[in-house]
């Protein structure tokens, strides 16, 4: 009987050892994925994020214009999308250009309908100005001339941000540019026609989730820890049960159950 109780001793010491290293690995994947999210406004795919600042070149309206045009065209043809979001004492919004829909938070809609489209924002739940307009129907954050179309819940990462609109024929801001590539063709043409809008990158970050999973210290601990563990768990039962391999093989045959034939060996060892 004491021989059994100390078996089922260790193994309920070694399941339960490798089932908490287990289940911190899980929530540290979580932690992980929750994090690149926020990181990349949910969008989806291997990412780019550019820090767009004004530049010096001097740039006329028109060719701003043009500029704009052709980076929608680039994208619509090529399936990629493009968030912008305000950073610093810009205006509290994210601007969207998403023609094939896969950003998840934001609305799908027809980028070629009309001009109404992008006068229409979509208000971020529990922001101020959500709040404001729940109350009064007015909020003073707004851009002049556009309707608040809904409410939508804000992507991770919004911070303070308050609403997100579709992006028009207004010239685009400075602030973090977020791009479902990471193709270095593609993010070449994007700055280019960036820079004929007056823009230059600060910084661009290559945000793919295995390379951002593999850099979070947190998670190759946690992964270390596991596989640590996982090799002096079988260790252990190696030593304890070497010479016995072939007797379980013929005993197993005979519907005999490991952890039986461990109490025979247990036993007929006394």
């Known amino acids: 009987m004491n021989q059994r109780l100390r078996l089922n001793f260790r193994l309920a010491f070694t399941s339960f050892f ?13 932690w992980v994925m929750e994090s690149w999210k926020e990181v990349t406004l949910d969008m989806p795919g291997d990412v780019t994020v550019l820090r767009m600042i004004e530049g010096p070149q001097m740039v006329s309206e028109a060719d701003e214009a043009v500029a704009l045009e052709e980076l929608k065209a680039y994208l ?25 829909g896969v950003v998840s938070w934001f609305p799908r809609g027809n980028p070629e309908d009309s001009q109404l489209a992008t006068d229409e924002v979509y208000l971020f739940q529990g922001t101020y100005s959500e709040r404001r307009w729940s109350e009064s129907r007015t909020t003073s954050l707004l851009p002049k001339g556009v309707m608040v179309k809904g409410v939508i819940r804000a992507p991770r990462g919004a911070g303070d941000l308050q609403y997100a609109r579709r992006i028009g024929g207004d010239p685009l801001p400075p602030g973090q540019y977020t791009i479902n590539t990471t193709d270095p063709a593609h993010v070449r043409q994007i700055l280019a026609l960036l820079y004929r809008m007056g823009l230059i990158p600060q910084s661009a970050q290559k945000v793919p989730f295995l390379l951002y999973a593999t850099q979070n210290p947190l998670l190759i601990i946690t992964m270390l820890f596991l596989t640590a563990g996982s090799v002096v768990a079988v260790f252990y039962w190696s030593l304890n049960l070497r010479g016995r391999a072939r007797e379980f093989g013929l005993r197993s045959r005979h519907g005999a159950l490991v952890v039986s034939v461990i109490m025979c060996k247990n036993v007929w060892s006394r």
């Open 18 to 30: 490798l089932g908490i290293l287990t289940a911190f690995m899980v929530w540290s994947f979580q």
């Open 76 to 100: 619509r043809e090529r399936s990629l999308a493009l968030i912008v979001s305000s950073v610093g004492d810009g205006r509290p919004e994210i601007l969207l250009y998403d023609p094939h």
